[in-house]
Each structure stands twice: as C-alpha cells, then as structure tokens.
C-alpha cells in the first residue's frame, strides 16, 4: 500500500529551501521576454497606422490641390450663373484615370486605424469626389450638358464640401 503525502509539510520544506533570487531573475526574464515583442508589436501598429493616415492625407491634399488648379468650381459657378440667367452651358467633361484613388482603394480595409471622425472624413470626401466623377462621365448630366441647374449646383456643393474636408484636414496636420 501506497502511504500519502502530507502536502503541507511538502510545500513548507520546499519554500524554505527555494533560492528566490533565482525564481525572481527567472519571473524577470519571462517578463522581458513577453514583454518586449508586445511592444514591438504595438510601436509597429502605431507606425502602420501613422503611415496609413499621412498617405491618405496626402491623397486627399493632391486631390483637392489638382481640383482648384483646374479651377473645378469656378467652371461650375460660371455655368450656375450662365443657366440661372435663362442661358445654356456646354457639357463638363473630364477623363478621369481609374486609379485616381489608388491610396484610398489600396487602405480602406484600414480606415479603422483612424479616428472614427477622420475615418467619417475620409469616406465622405471620396464618396462626395466619386459621385461629381459619375456626373462629369459618359451618361453623367454635366457630361451630357443637360440643362436643369441642380446638376450643376449639386456638383458645385459637393466639391466645395470635398474641398472643405481637405482644408479641414490640412489645418490638422
């Protein structure tokens, strides 16, 4: 027959005979050794997001400096004016490259790392940019010039608030 072992003189005999010096340096070590790829870990998300939001920025900077330098709304104001007053306006046709958004489409699966306002931000802009690019396309109303003013004053507002949103973000950095 087995006899049993009295567990409290077991742990009494083997705690006053533990070197701690030893069983702290070797707590210490697991703990640096957990704790330094934790860290990598979360300086490599930050520098990923960082990179992430100052793409995108600069995206939207480029965006809506090409949109004041080919004086988009000045365009649309003239042709707000010419049609307001009883008159016509020729149609607003633009080529647009397909991957005019590509550090947008390449990150979206990202935007989470932003800031919900700036995530909010970042969409609308491009949803905002996206639909003055459906109507200054083929089967768009500016591209086929139709004459009804709201194509225009819709288009007008929705680069100005596109354009709000850039200057919005310039001034944050």
Request: charged share 20%; hydrophobic share 45%.
């Amino acid at each position: 027959m087995v006899e049993g072992i009295n567990w409290t003189t077991f742990v009494v005999e083997s705690t006053s005979s533990t070197d701690w010096t030893t069983v702290l340096v070797a707590f210490a070590t697991g703990l640096t050794a957990i704790t330094g790829p934790l860290l990598l870990h979360v300086l490599q998300q930050r520098q990923g997001r960082d990179a992430t939001r100052a793409a995108l920025l600069a995206e939207v900077a480029a965006l809506a400096a090409l949109i004041r330098s080919r004086k988009y709304c000045e365009h649309l104001e003239e042709a707000v004016e010419h049609i307001s007053a009883g008159g016509t306006f020729d149609t607003i046709r633009v080529a647009i490259p397909a991957d005019y958004n590509l550090i947008y489409r390449q990150n979206a699966g990202k935007l989470g790392c932003l800031s919900p306002d700036e995530a909010a931000l970042i969409v609308r802009f491009y949803q905002e940019i996206m639909e003055v690019i459906c109507d200054m396309s083929p089967g768009g109303g500016l591209y086929e010039g139709r004459p009804e003013l709201y194509f225009y004053e819709d288009n007008l507002a929705l680069i100005k608030s596109a354009l709000a949103i850039a200057d919005d973000f310039a001034t944050r950095g």
